[in-house]
């Protein structure tokens, strides 16, 4: 058996998220909360000001909330899982499990993420539900458009684009007309994309301070699809913020390990509908394994 612990990203947050965890690890709190400033209890648990929707306040608490969810099923396990991974946000959480920063340097790092990501505005999100990664493509070149991106290719018939908001309301009608599902987020920002240049520029200059130890346990990157290696933290983090979050070969990847479990860290189990999705639509692809 080859145990996979699976970490979500934006989207999976919830009001009382870490209710049954938060008293189980004080010293996590505390430092969490000396860190960002504010009380994460009550922000998890209460909400206020429905702040769990602003992803300044939704990054350091999902972190944090994750990282809560990965000490007790390590400490019930007694080890660490074979492989780790996270989406988009919760690559921060597969790295912490790997142990290539401690939970207080990744909380500072996913703060200053949410942080910036946050205070951008215009574009938005667009989940196209229904059609391959081949029919999306060819809507795409009969639009003419060519200003919008995929931001997360989760499933097969899963795909999330990021771009202007006009042309992502003229993609979804074209892919309503052909019988698909299109779903726009509740985002003000076009992540994942081509259009997060400048927010990329200032946390790549930010994460230049910080040092990384080698990993203990294997992450997938979604810049890559692959392993990460040791001196590619920095990198793919600054390269996963304006690329696609490649989740389906990332789980392809780890559905040829030995008896493959997944276990996610969630508040919701959104990532174990996508691996069921994907392991029953098995890839045409040769994924390429490293050495």
Request: aromatic share 8%.
């Amino acid at each position: 058996m080859t145990l996979i612990f699976l970490a979500p990203g934006q989207g999976a947050q919830m009001r009382g998220m870490g209710a049954d965890l938060f008293d189980a690890y004080p010293q996590v709190v505390e430092e969490a909360e000396d860190i960002l400033g504010y009380s994460l209890r009550r922000l998890c648990l209460e909400d206020p000001g429905d702040q769990l929707a602003d992803t300044a306040y939704t990054q350091p608490a999902l972190y944090t909330v994750g990282a809560l969810a990965y000490y007790q099923r390590r400490d019930s396990l007694g080890r660490a899982p074979d492989f780790a991974a996270g989406h988009s946000l919760g690559e921060y959480n597969a790295l912490l499990i790997a142990e290539a920063f401690s939970f207080a340097d990744g909380l500072r790092l996913v703060q200053k993420r949410g942080a910036l990501m946050g205070a951008l505005s215009g574009g938005g999100m667009l989940a196209v539900i229904g059609p391959s990664r081949g029919d999306i493509a060819a809507v795409f070149a009969e639009s003419g458009i060519d200003s919008v991106d995929a931001a997360n290719l989760n499933t097969p018939t899963q795909t999330v684009l990021s771009g202007p908001e006009a042309d992502l309301r003229r993609l979804a009608g074209l892919f309503e007309a052909r019988g698909a599902r299109a779903v726009p987020l509740n985002v003000r920002t076009a992540f994942h994309s081509r259009y997060m240049g400048a927010m990329k520029s200032a946390f790549a200059a930010f994460i230049a301070d910080f040092a990384f130890a080698p990993l203990m346990v294997p992450v997938i990157a979604n810049f890559s699809a692959l392993p990460y290696r040791d001196d590619e933290v920095a990198n793919n983090l600054v390269q996963q913020l304006d690329h696609g979050v490649r989740w389906t070969e990332s789980i392809q990847y780890l559905l040829q390990e030995e008896a493959p479990v997944f276990e996610e860290l969630s508040p919701r189990p959104l990532l174990s509908r996508m691996v069921e999705e994907i392991r029953a639509h098995p890839s045409p692809l040769n994924i390429a394994r490293r050495p």
